[in-house]
């Protein structure tokens, strides 16, 4: 296997500092975004990794160069990159990084688009060194992955958070369910299909238990209501399979 | 620490199954729900651990006894178990359980209530040879913890099957965002408070990304309510943080 391309990335934060050691095997820089000291135009490759509404003003700056010029972001089309006799693409990988957790790299997902069919095999070879799981896939695509890792993540957390303030409210620590998070993690991941392990009173259409809960939210009418959307997906859902 | 014991569970599902694997170091036995035969009313201790809507009719068939009555659920109150001159109380494990799947006992929370405290401390001396976190919880206090494993858990696991039917349609399996579910899952539980890990377009009051997710669930207005609802649900959470 190649690993004798030279990279340059383009940024500070939590997503460059991780590629940046993901990606160690290679030739690979870390390049201050606003002063772009010490980048190489003539790189097989410059990764821009910074703040989504940033990427633009970046590139430009990059100018010309016979790199391929790539972005990381899930939410912002491939075409913020467009330059005469430029090749470009998109390195995307799907995780929640902090900058001070370890991860293992080779199980994160790359989303990869290229303008052409070279610069993405180039991209994807690349991502193929840090990840098992890389993927083709256009603009698209991409914002449909993001909707979903909103739905699965940040919902989802801030529904823990929910649960987490009603354990407060009795004193127990949100360590008290965890062992049932985990366990369902578990349960969906094995399905393949969270839908047809899904349990509790909506999907048991358990009028009586569903009830007494929304009367229990009775000082907190933005969790009834989540809780009486939700439900009702859940038996709609159930009833559409 | 004294396993002399002698436990009967009268039941055959999936908690009853456990339970019985669980406290296989004490002299236990598994009665039929429906015969009862083989019961031992001079046992230390008869948990019943059947459908909620059928512990007050087990309990009757019971009748008398010297042995302490509990049953294992979380939204039935401790009083269907009440009988003159009977001990009694509830057994309650905090887990979701599939029959044909192993389970590491020692992680889940039990929280036990006894009519009096002797009932309870000799249903939580025999909780604490299964798990390392026994809890003392009223009726009341388990309803509250079954309404935080409603958020957390069921309604969680339906926003990753959303998730998955989004991928779904652009030809993605689930796998693609577990890596994503898993880091979460972590970051939540290193935190012990969820809503300071939040992330995502809603907590950045990111307007463009939100619209445009909006607009992109067009076909399914079901979703556009959970998305707005639960966004602005994380956007009044982190203000009044």
New interface residues.
């Given amino acids: 296997m190649a690993k004798n391309k030279h990279i340059n990335i383009i940024g500070r934060g939590n997503v460059a500092t991780h590629l940046y050691k993901a990606l160690s095997d290679f030739e690979v820089n870390m390049i201050n975004p606003h002063t772009l000291d010490g980048l190489d135009r003539n790189a097989d490759v410059i990764i821009i990794s910074v703040k989504d509404d940033a990427i633009s003003e970046v590139s430009d700056r990059i100018g010309s160069t016979n790199a391929i010029v790539a972005h990381t972001s899930g939410?912002t089309s491939i075409d913020v990159l467009q330059m005469e006799d430029r090749k470009y693409g998109v390195f995307y990988p799907?995780?929640?990084f902090?900058k001070n957790?370890e991860?293992d790299y080779t199980?994160?997902?790359f989303f990869i688009e290229g303008v052409d069919i070279k610069t993405e095999c180039i991209l994807k070879e690349i991502a193929g060194h840090i990840s098992n799981?890389v993927?083709t896939a256009d603009s698209h695509?991409r914002?449909?992955?993001?909707?979903?890792?909103?739905?699965?993540?940040?919902?989802?957390?801030?529904?823990?958070?929910?649960?987490?303030?009603?354990?407060q409210?009795?004193g127990?620590?949100?360590?008290?369910?965890?062992?049932?998070?985990?366990?369902?993690?578990r349960?969906?991941?094995v399905s393949?299909?969270?839908?047809s392990?899904?349990?509790?009173?909506?999907?048991r259409n358990d009028i009586n238990?569903m009830s007494?809960?929304l009367s229990?939210?009775d000082k907190y009418p933005?969790?009834q209501?989540?809780?009486s959307?939700?439900s009702k997906?859940?038996q709609?859902?159930s009833k559409s399979k």
Same sequence: chains 1, 2.
């Fill in positions: 939410s799907l995780q929640t902090s957790i991860l199980k994160i997902p799981h993927y695509k914002k449909i992955i993001h909707i979903a890792s909103v739905f699965s993540c940040n919902f989802v957390n801030h529904l823990w958070g929910v649960a987490n303030e009603i354990l409210e009795e127990l620590p949100f360590s008290v369910i965890t062992p049932l998070i985990e366990e369902s993690v349960k969906a991941e393949g299909n969270p839908y392990v899904q349990t509790g009173p909506a999907i238990i007494t809960h229990m939210l933005e969790l209501e989540i809780y959307i939700l997906s859940i709609r859902t």
